[in-house]
């Protein structure tokens, strides 16, 4: 984002979209902690522990209310037109996508207590493997979405979007995985069911990073890549280049 806040003649305006692009980061950096934290009770079986992860995700709350409100001021006291306006509009969208990261992290933590708060029989390690193994991909691709936001990185962002096909092909993979574990032991089927719901919460958090990466290009390119395939929006950013 530095690019698109160059050339403002208005320096309170550069210092207002320069407090907003510090609120992108500080809400990406406590994502990402919160994944790693709500990832790290479920692997120590840690209930207390998912509890502080749960309250803590009031402070992304209040971060993303923050944000609404800066906004709002620029808007109105501004009017920004044009790429002025672009940048604002990306910036809140991110700032969604990030405060919904916190959610998926927190229903991860809320597994946690399920499973290990009240479950004689909490599941092995090994059933639990491929929730340790998506949470590893999908920080990855969050941390990548960042890095492309922070330098309007196209072929980052581009990157990111390409591993969404992948995340969707290891998430596969963990389903049929985890359906073995259910034919050995039927009495497991509740398990299982929180098994699943934890690794459709991380494949979300790839889907937001993927989000991300989309209003990179969009920020760049003003065009909205959303909706569009991978071979669409790479012929686009050629066409740019």
Do not use: W
């Not at 984002?1 to 907003?20: A, C, P, R, T, Y």
């Not at 510090?22 to 902690?33: D, E, M, P, S």
């Not at 909490?122 to 929730?131: A, G």
């Not at 699943?196 to 990466?213: F, M, Q, W, Y």
Request: proline share 2%; glycine share 6%.
């Amino acid at each position: 984002m530095h690019d698109s806040i160059e050339g403002h003649i208005v320096q309170s305006f550069n210092d207002e979209l320069s407090k907003l692009n510090k609120l992108v980061f500080q809400l990406g950096n406590l994502g990402r902690a919160q994944l790693s934290s709500a990832v790290q009770t479920l692997k120590n079986g840690d209930p207390k522990m998912a509890g502080l992860v749960i309250d803590r995700d009031r402070e992304m709350n209040d971060l993303d209310v923050l944000a609404d409100e800066e906004i709002i001021h620029i808007i109105a006291k501004r009017q920004p037109m044009a790429k002025d306006l672009r940048d604002i509009m990306a910036v809140q969208k991110t700032i969604a996508d990030l405060e919904r990261v916190g959610d998926e992290a927190r229903k991860v933590a809320n597994l946690t207590i399920h499973l290990f708060g009240h479950d004689k029989n909490p599941p092995s390690r090994e059933v639990l493997r491929d929730i340790f193994k998506m949470a590893d991909f999908v920080d990855c691709m969050l941390g990548m979405a960042l890095d492309a936001f922070d330098t309007l990185d196209l072929e980052k962002a581009l990157d990111v979007i390409q591993e969404d096909d992948n995340l969707y092909d290891l998430f596969r993979a963990s389903l049929r995985r985890l359906s073995t574990f259910l034919m050995e032991d039927s009495r497991s089927v509740g398990q299982f069911v929180d098994v699943v719901l934890a690794l459709r919460a991380l494949e979300r958090i790839g889907g937001h990073a993927k989000n991300i990466s989309g209003y990179v290009i969009f920020l760049v390119t003003g065009k909205d890549v959303r909706h569009e395939n991978l071979t669409t929006i790479r012929a686009e950013i050629v066409a740019r280049s």
